[in-house]
């Protein structure tokens, strides 16, 4: 198998006035190509603070190391990160927070393409046939947020971080807030995603159901270290 991720002794650490909070100590992990690596844990067990760390949303403690597809990442230094967001994109549990609602679905998609210097017609192109992918019609390119449930908007929010082609997929708790019914359609959705676009992903959840469905590997971790490391 490629490895195409590997951490080690990552560390985060709070401070504030109320004192110190170790929310990560020496975490220490792989991916490999076409894996589906999920972390589970009860709230405040550092799930999504390791996903925060690997995309530089939150700082790493000296000591840890990050390779990424065989390359050496510096986890200290912001540029660094350009490269990680190269390759590895976020799609996060509450869309609609992060959605612009002054936008439309296509304009919203089509951002991040603009921020990396795509051209508009090109940008545009790209956008539709990634919302297509994700399974929204064309009649809903120019829609604004509000009007699509909350199904329809993690769709959204997935079409948003596919369109820059990462190879890495980090999914924080993108089924907690929906239905039994809508979580199936979004893993199957996922899982056809993954296959098409040979992916690689990190799967956050507190449910243990639906990490046996989608995933290969399972994490546990519990006030910020990993307690099983399940195969």
């Avoid at 959840?205 to 990993?226: C, F, T």
Wanted: glycine residues 6%; hydrophobic residues 45%.
């Amino acid at each position: 198998m490629c490895k195409v991720l590997n951490i080690q002794n990552l560390s985060v650490t709070f401070r504030s006035k109320g004192g110190v909070v170790h929310a990560l100590k020496n975490i220490s992990f792989s991916l490999d190509k076409g894996d589906v690596l999920a972390l589970a844990g009860e709230s405040g067990s550092g799930k999504s603070t390791i996903a925060n760390a690997l995309v530089g949303l939150v700082p790493w403690e000296k000591g840890g190391t990050y390779e990424l597809f065989g390359e050496k990442i510096n986890p200290y230094k912001k540029k660094s990160f350009a490269i990680v967001r190269s390759k590895m994109q976020m799609a996060f549990q509450d869309p609609y927070s992060s959605l612009n609602p002054r936008n439309t679905v296509l304009e919203i998609v089509a951002v991040p393409l603009l921020a990396r210097g795509v051209s508009k017609s090109k940008a545009i192109e790209k956008s539709k046939k990634m919302l297509d992918m994700v399974g929204l019609s064309t009649a809903d390119v120019n829609k604004f947020p509000h009007a699509f449930s909350g199904g329809q908007r993690q769709r959204i929010g997935l079409a948003r971080a596919l369109v820059l082609e990462p190879q890495i997929l980090i999914c924080d708790e993108i089924t907690s807030a929906l239905d039994v019914s809508v979580q199936a359609q979004i893993l199957h959705l996922l899982n056809d995603l993954r296959k098409e676009l040979n992916l690689s992903l990190i799967f956050i959840s507190h449910d243990i159901a639906v990490m046996e469905i989608i995933a290969n590997r399972i994490l546990r971790l519990k006030s910020g270290e990993i307690i099983h490391n399940v195969h």
